[in-house]
């Protein structure tokens, strides 16, 4: 399918790796220019390279933390006025609520709320002016399903899509969609990092990995290439009608039916 997005400039949040790196590459493979964001130096690099290889298209990475005023300028700075939007911070680690001191509890908020909220206020107007506009947050499944000891990051994450939920609706006429995809378990290094922080003497990282995609009705994780391709699609000239939405990506994982 043509996505009717070539040429289009698109800026991912925290797309070095991970979910991120999925939409990026997808939306590259559609002719969209892309900056690309992460921390480690070395590793956005080499995925800059990486995808302009594959795709051909212009690759900017801008090494920040996007949870800083400077870090957005820095965004900003290297594409002031994107056609897309995809929105993504990494989240607090799991831990007990009452653990939380309320630095961690605020910092939290900012990653995953607040961020993404000023990043949108800085980008919309251009793209209501220009008639076209695409905005995707990555949250979680756990908005829609909480999992314990992910309170904060669940918390966050829902406070953006309800403050959304209205902003979205406001912009619509003007062509411009805001939209969030909330992944379930996908195949990426946060994943292994939870993997390896819970085997046991007795329970390997391998076996915790086989019981875990088990339980997942699709019997597998998540591949951050299909992950970016509906990213992609939601960010296509297809899409337009689509808008305030919170698509679950999960194999089915969370048992509801709306």
């Keep these: 399918m043509n996505l009717g997005i070539s040429g289009r400039r698109a800026i991912i949040c ?10 990026a590459t997808a939306l590259a493979r559609a002719g ?7 921390r480690d130096e070395a590793t956005l690099a080499r995925t800059a390279t990486e995808i302009r290889e594959q795709t051909g298209v212009s690759v900017i990475p801008v090494v920040a933390d996007i949870s800083t005023q400077e870090g957005q300028v820095a965004l900003l ?5 994107p056609d897309i939007l ?16 309320r630095d961690e509890i605020i910092q939290g908020v900012i990653q ?4 993404p909220i000023e990043i949108i206020q800085k980008v919309v107007d251009p793209m209501m002016r220009r008639e076209f506009g695409r905005i995707v947050n990555i949250t979680s499944s756990s908005v829609k399903a909480p999992i314990t000891g992910l309170d904060l990051s669940s918390g966050a994450r829902a406070g953006l899509t309800a403050f959304l939920a209205g902003v979205a609706r406001s ?13 379930g378990a996908f195949d990426t290094d ?8 819970f085997a046991v003497a007795d329970r390997s990282e391998e076996e915790l990995r086989a019981e875990r995609a088990k339980a997942i009705p699709a ?22 009608y689509i808008t305030g939405q919170s698509l679950l990506i999960d194999g089915g994982a969370v048992n509801a039916a709306f």
């Design 14 to 23: 925290a797309s070095s790796r991970g979910l991120g790196r999925g939409c």
């Design 32 to 38: 969209v220019d892309v900056v690309i964001n992460g």
């Design 77 to 81: 700075d290297a594409c002031p006025e």
């Design 86 to 101: 995809v929105t993504n911070n990494g989240g607090p680690p799991l831990r007990d609520f009452r653990d939380l001191h």
């Design 112 to 115: 995953n709320m607040v961020t």
């Design 171 to 183: 912009v619509a006429h003007r062509n411009v969609t805001i939209n969030a995809i909330q992944p």
């Design 190 to 197: 946060r994943l292994a990092v939870t993997f390896k922080r």
């Design 219 to 240: 019997g597998r994780f998540g591949t951050t290439d299909e992950f970016g391709e509906l990213c992609a699609f939601l960010c296509s000239i297809h899409a337009g």
